[in-house]
């Protein structure tokens, strides 16, 4: 015989719209490590690259540019020679680093060893829609 289920006291309200914003932005492909990464100081775009294996120049670049068109982060160029770009988080970019630790933590403690990690992306083209 089929066991009836509880009908729920609360009505569903749906999703948080202030989270669907954060993983809008920081739920894309890279980003939340490139904000990570970001965390420990100012860098420039070739030292960006290699901090993030497998990520292509373009996703990178793109990434950059949403996320200071989303105010976490500024583009500072340097005149040369060379030229060289640097990227340093804003104070809202900033804010972000607590919420990334706690992440990490969790992972730690929660998430099995043997999951793939973001960068265990096989040879990846242009896009990076692996």
Known sequence: MAQQQEEPTEPCTGVDVALTRVFALLGKR???LIV?????????FAELRRAIPKIS???????????AEAGL?????????????????TEAGRAVGPAL???RTW???YLPG???AATACPEADESDTC
């Open 107 to 109: 992972a730690v403690a």
């Open 36 to 44: 990570a990464v970001l965390t420990q100081r100012p860098w420039y």
């Open 57 to 67: 120049e373009r996703m990178l670049s793109d990434r950059l540019s949403e996320l």
């Open 30 to 32: 890279w980003t939340g």
């Open 73 to 89: 982060l500024t583009r500072e160029v340097e005149t040369g020679p060379p030229l060289r770009v640097s990227y340093r988080l």
């Open 114 to 116: 043997d999951l793939p």
């Open 101 to 103: 630790e706690e992440l």
